[in-house]
């Protein structure tokens, strides 16, 4: 059984910071892309940050890049999100999902996901 779970959200005060938390089981977890989504009230989900292991590729969106470092820790099969100077808008449903691909491709499958975990920062 495939199994991801998120752990670490919490609610924060704007500049703070949170460590999410992401530990799989089930699968192999070097072969695949794990990284984060989230998703704010009314608003699309929207991809957050990615790590391959296998390749060496890590992705940001513009809108963290510089404030929140992925990680991955193979021998915990455990992403983590560090995220720091949080901002209100930051606020989000945060969701960890697992891809078969080495994400060189830009091919997604976005094979597993987590149940996410609440993020919220107040101004």
């Known amino acids: 059984e495939v199994q991801l779970v998120e752990s670490g959200g919490a609610l924060v005060q704007a500049g703070g910071s949170l460590r999410l938390s992401c530990a799989a089981s089930?699968?192999?977890?070097?072969?695949?892309?794990v990284g984060w989504f989230r998703q704010a009230p009314g608003k699309d989900r929207e991809g957050v940050s990615y790590?391959?292991?296998?390749?060496?590729?890590?992705y940001y969106a513009d809108s963290v890049k510089g404030r929140f470092t992925i990680s991955s820790d193979n021998a915990k099969k455990t992403v983590y999100l560090q995220m720091n100077s949080l901002k209100p808008e930051d606020t989000a449903v945060y969701y960890c999902?697992?891809?078969?691909?080495?994400?060189?491709?830009?091919?997604?499958?976005?094979?597993?996901w987590g149940q996410g975990t609440q993020v919220t920062v107040s101004s």
């Open positions: 089930g699968f192999s977890f070097n072969d695949y892309t």
């Open positions: 790590i391959s292991s296998s390749v060496g590729n890590i």
């Open positions: 999902a697992a891809d078969r691909g080495n994400a060189q491709s830009m091919t997604w499958y976005l094979d597993y």
